[in-house]
């Protein structure tokens, strides 16, 4: 049961990251990849922390790793705005 249980807590993850990096690149650009450094980095030491509760440790390191592939997502997300794929915000002064 609890294989279900990561596996649709890491596909609810996973999708909940999609539209934040989308909406954080929007609006603040990729000046905002260090907050996911530190919720990454938190993330995975909460996992660490509670290593004992499989679950749970499971769920967090999930999320650890979507924050850090999140900093290589912003990056990328900014080249699909500069190619068109995605609307550039037009209150947004640096680029």
């Known amino acids: 049961m609890k294989g279900i249980i990561i596996g649709a807590a890491a596909f609810l993850i996973i999708g909940l990251f999609h539209p934040l990096v989308i909406k954080g690149e929007y609006y603040f650009g990729?000046?905002?990849?260090?907050?996911?450094?530190?919720?990454?980095?938190?993330?995975?030491?909460?996992?660490?922390?509670?290593?004992?509760?499989?679950?749970?440790?499971?769920?967090?390191?999930?999320?650890?790793?979507?924050?850090?592939?999140?900093i290589l997502e912003l990056f990328e997300q900014r080249e699909r705005v500069r190619k068109g794929w995605f609307p550039a915000n037009p209150k947004r002064k640096n680029r």
């Open 30 to 70: 990729v000046k905002i990849w260090w907050a996911f450094l530190i919720a990454g980095l938190l993330f995975l030491a909460a996992a660490v922390l509670c290593a004992d509760y499989v679950l749970w440790s499971a769920i967090l390191g999930v999320t650890g790793f979507s924050c850090l592939w999140s």
